[in-house]
């Protein structure tokens, strides 16, 4: 058992897709979300896709971050978190417009006060400002927010995300022999963020938190983890909250690294799905499963990773805080790209320029080969790490 799987979480979620496994796959099980019939009209041109995500554990950072800074910005950085985390993979079937959002936030009362609900509230809006200046249109539906102590220990923070989009639009996974992969960068400052994304996401935070800041948060914090875990898995790092690394010339807080808010690509597929959608084979956002993930779309290929982005600061930290061997580094953390492109080459440059005209670094990271089984191959300094 992986440290990860001692913590309580896991990286491919081998119970839930057990779970699940019998259940309808919808209109095209190749697809990165769930794809329905048109239920509000009824019309065959048109599908329905509703998606729910949450933030996760991010929370749990956040609300110690707070607690030792009295910064609020991180509430609005959590809420981008959990929209993120829906309507990027909502974009990944072709759905990057005309998005219906509700909230729903679940509170211990005595950690979370009013005003961080206020905060949440409002940095809903301000996302949803930010998006329409973009052109992309998302609006805010309602939403519930629930004092439920007995069953959160600090903050449970998500959404769930509803769309009808034409079935021309789709982009449904067909990922083929041939094809290359194009990267998108999830760290840097793309041209519509404030600051420097240190690239997390929401994915891994269970790991990071833990691996990274120093066991004394264990006893000043124990509202913030599971009481139920080992002692020796628990805030085993060696950093404090506020301590800082420096990148690219700024010293950032570790922690405000870690909570960077998760970025999103929609401006970035909107352009390209408008220029070259017939040309698009697939997208994958590396969400949970990380550089694995494209691994459950696929069939008889293999996805040969052999040109990767530099390892950002943060996952270098991390890396060298945890001790966690690179294999299981990839499958937990994205390791500096979150966002996948399965095209040609001639299509794959043209999204580069696209992806670079909003600061994003973007590039070939790798290519798809014909196999016997589905496959994803990663090589990194000399090593190559299946799965």
């Not at 966690?324 to 580069?352: C, P, Q, W």
Request: proline content about 3%; aromatic content about 8%; glycine content about 8%.
């Amino acid at each position: 058992m992986n440290k990860y799987e001692e913590r309580g979480v896991s990286a491919q979620k081998e119970d839930v897709h057990k779970a699940i496994k019998g259940l309808d796959k919808g209109l095209y099980p190749k697809a990165f979300c769930k794809i329905l019939p048109d239920l509000v009209a009824n019309d065959d041109n048109y599908v329905n896709i509703m998606h729910a995500d949450t933030a996760g554990t991010k929370t749990s950072l956040a609300y110690m971050y707070w607690k030792e800074t009295g910064d609020m910005s991180v509430w609005k950085g959590v809420i981008q978190d959990a929209i993120v985390m829906n309507i990027d993979d909502m974009a990944c079937v072709g759905c990057v417009d005309n998005i219906v959002l509700s909230s729903t936030i679940g509170r211990n009362k005595k950690q979370i006060n009013g005003d961080i609900v206020a905060e949440l509230i409002n940095g809903t809006s301000s996302f949803i400002q930010l998006m329409n200046s973009l052109d992309i249109n998302i609006v805010l539906a309602g939403g519930e927010t629930a004092d439920v102590g007995d069953i959160v220990r600090t903050l449970d923070v998500g959404f769930t995300t509803f769309a009808r989009l034409p079935k021309s639009k789709l982009v449904v996974n067909n990922i083929q022999d041939g094809d290359v992969i194009v990267g998108l960068s999830s760290s840097g400052q793309a041209s519509y963020e404030t600051e420097y994304n240190g690239g997390m996401g929401s994915n891994g935070l269970t790991s990071a938190r833990h691996d990274v800041f120093a066991h004394s948060y264990a006893s000043k914090y124990p509202e913030a983890f599971d009481s139920n875990l080992s002692d020796d898995v628990v805030f085993t790092g060696s950093k404090e909250l506020t301590d800082t690394i420096n990148v690219e010339g700024t010293d950032i807080p570790v922690a405000k690294l870690v909570l960077s808010p998760t970025r999103t690509y929609l401006p970035v597929i909107k352009q390209v799905l408008d220029k070259h959608h017939a040309s698009i084979n697939g997208m994958i956002h590396c969400t949970g499963g990380a550089q694995t993930k494209v691994k459950k779309f696929i069939d008889n290929v293999k996805i040969i990773k052999d040109n990767l982005m530099d390892t950002p600061p943060l996952f270098q930290l991390i890396r060298e805080e945890s001790g966690t061997s690179m294999k299981e580094m990839f499958e937990v953390f994205n390791m500096g790209h979150r966002l996948e492109f399965y095209t040609d080459k001639e299509t794959a440059s043209e999204i580069i320029k696209i992806s670079e005209s909003y600061n994003i670094e973007a590039k070939i990271i790798g290519r798809v080969e014909s196999h016997d089984k589905p496959c994803v191959e990663i090589h990194h300094e000399g090593e190559i790490f299946t799965y």
